[in-house]
């Protein structure tokens, strides 16, 4: 280790590499690659977005604007709100984000710090629990149950790993990677018991539109919380309408943190591109139809990556409920990251090595199908001839 390195802060030093950008880095510049290993489509953003952002470029809306956010989108964002998720909370409570990652930070940073400890549970996005960590938080996996039915959360295993040190739950349904959903029942039995104990909830809602099953959406902390409850909803824009690469997202937060939130933007990023924020209003005001046609494209992904894989009786996975990815193992393959490297080697599709998403995702692969019906249809068929040898 060179000095520089030893130098700096524990935390920074040990923040651990992206198992899945290792996979990505191994095969990136091959020709025939299909990639489903990262959690993003194929479709580029909607030109109705693009064209919102390049009216306000053109405008010369190039200079700070409102860290919290501008007023029209955090009044978009309410009504968003109230439309699919019958809250009345006004557009105090959102604040606009430098992506969904940066929602789960300032969360972290306004509930965590050295000695806390945020409980989750796992297998989970490894951004989450590296982002406790670099706080000097200890993240807590819980590891969820997996069976041929679905992966389950068992609320008391959630708490008995509380301890007098956490601060804070973190929840993720539609959970990435395995598409687990938690009911309205479970998500009521976390509340009143986080409220008993003055725990915090961090919920990310990134995936609750994506149901896969016909529902218009997942249940939500907003079916059974109040306004005031010590709950930080984190959520972006790039899933439900393709701006992934845009970095814009929100944190619904009760109105009384107005100051806290907007400071520890101000120390952050110092808000967000005002142009980008045009875009994200489009987004959020005409995207709906956009919206239903990806969710779509994502069920008969689904339909067609089950089909190609149950072919095989080495495959082993849970329907997912929600979310566009497919967490699957296959028998005699425990070691998922030198699976993961294989089978881009040998096939050209690059999948998410399960081991990234930490406890209870060790000999599982996670196959993003928000993809083209022929790509899905070729991965399919190379993946099967694999698994035939």
């Not at 990556?305 to 082993?316: G, I, K, N, P, Q």
């Not at 990251?337 to 692969?365: H, I, N």
Request: glycine share 10%; aromatic share 10%.
């Amino acid at each position: 280790m060179t000095d520089c390195v030893a130098a700096l802060r524990p935390q920074a030093r040990m923040a651990p590499e992206s198992g899945i950008v290792e996979v990505v880095n191994f095969a990136r510049e091959r020709d025939d690659l299909i990639p489903l290993w990262v959690g993003e489509g194929d479709l580029p953003t909607p030109e109705f977005i693009r064209e919102a952002a390049a009216a306000s470029l053109a405008r010369g809306e190039t200079f700070y604007t409102y860290q919290r956010g501008i007023p029209a989108l955090r009044s978009a964002l309410a009504r968003y709100h109230l439309t699919h998720y019958g809250c009345d909370w006004g557009a105090e409570r959102y604040f606009i984000t430098g992506s969904g990652m940066q929602a789960i930070q300032l969360a972290v940073q306004a509930v965590a710090g050295e000695g806390d400890e945020v409980v989750y549970p796992s297998p989970a996005w490894p951004n989450f629990p590296a982002a406790v960590e670099v706080m000097g938080a200890r993240a807590v996996p819980v590891r969820l149950e997996f069976s041929q039915n679905g992966w389950s959360l068992d609320p008391e295993r959630l708490f008995a790993a509380v301890t007098d040190r956490t601060r804070a739950l973190y929840l993720n349904s539609p959970g990435n990677p395995n598409g687990w959903v938690a009911d309205r029942q479970t998500l009521q039995t976390i509340l009143d018991e986080a409220r008993r104990r003055g725990l915090w909830i961090i919920t990310d809602e990134v995936y609750n539109r994506i149901m896969l099953d016909g529902s218009a959406r997942a249940p939500s902390f907003y079916d059974v919380a109040e306004p005031d409850d010590l709950i930080l909803y984190v959520n972006t824009f790039s899933k439900n309408w393709a701006m992934t690469g845009w970095r814009v997202g929100w944190l619904s937060a009760p109105p009384a943190m107005g100051q806290v939130v907007e400071n520890l933007i101000q120390y952050s990023t110092s808000g967000v591109a005002e142009f980008m924020q045009h875009g994200a209003l489009a987004a959020v005001e005409q995207g709906e139809a956009f919206l239903q046609s990806q969710l779509e494209r994502s069920r008969q992904g689904l339909e067609i990556v089950t089909e190609a894989l149950s072919a095989s009786d080495r495959v082993r996975f849970a329907q997912p409920a929600g979310g566009f990815y497919l967490f699957f193992g296959v028998d005699g393959e425990p070691d998922c990251r030198d699976l993961a490297l294989r089978l881009v080697s040998e096939t050209g599709v690059g999948l998410a090595p399960g081991r990234a998403f930490g406890t209870g995702g060790e000999g599982f692969l996670r196959l993003c199908f928000a993809r083209s019906a022929d790509d899905l249809r070729r991965a399919g068929e190379r993946l099967g001839d694999w698994l035939s040898r």
